[in-house]
């Protein structure tokens, strides 16, 4: 996959992977499909593995030629020594883990920097449904309330607190709308939440 393809197809993948240096090893947490592992290999000359709890998505994973394991995030990543990868990515899916703390302080150890993502609560359509007294849906937010795989609902500010108490250190926070950044009220018109962090 080429930077056009994914640029039409994931934007916000495609801002993200100007984080990530060339030839760098990278770990990709909750792969999916494995877009952002092809495109890192293909035009970026990254080397590194998916990992994914998805039956359905391994094989799409292998098709693409993304070296994927499959395994519960939850488990932990004791399989990986420490500083094992340049980047640990956990795109849109540190929300439906149950122990964000220890997934953070895992990635925070195996990545020398890593990159989250995650739907942000506070994206104004998702205020103004709390406002009409419903659960949002959203592009960033798609599932109803009674068949969401998502567990947390996060804010930029909750991530910053999170962050602070887990002792990372903020590199970067960007929020997202439809792949773009938003620099005026981002807490309010970002959809997505993307932060770039190490460990202090």
């Not at 394991?69 to 094992?84: H, K, N, R, V």
Request: glycine fraction near 6%.
């Amino acid at each position: 996959m080429n930077f056009r393809e994914l640029i039409t197809f994931r934007p916000d993948l495609a801002f993200i992977a100007h984080w990530v240096s060339p030839a760098s090893q990278v770990l990709d947490l909750g792969c999916g499909d494995g877009v952002m592992l092809d495109y890192l290999q293909t035009d970026k000359q990254c080397l590194g593995y998916g990992v994914e709890i998805d039956d359905n998505k391994i094989p799409v994973c292998i098709n693409r030629g993304v070296s994927v394991i499959q395994q519960d995030l939850e488990t932990g990543l004791a399989m990986f020594a420490d500083d094992a990868f340049d980047t640990v990515l956990c795109l849109s899916a540190l929300q439906m883990m149950k122990n964000v703390e220890g997934v953070l302080r895992d990635i925070a150890r195996v990545g020398r920097e890593a990159i989250v993502s995650f739907p942000n609560f506070a994206y104004w359509p998702h205020r103004f449904a709390l406002l009409r007294g419903r659960m949002p849906v959203s592009k960033s937010l798609p599932y109803e309330w009674f068949d969401t795989p998502n567990l947390r609902c996060a804010t930029i500010k909750d991530f910053e607190e999170l962050a602070n108490r887990v002792g990372l250190e903020v590199l970067e926070c960007v929020a997202l709308q439809d792949g773009k950044p938003v620099s005026f009220l981002p807490n309010w018109r970002g959809s997505l939440a993307v932060f770039r962090f190490r460990k202090r």
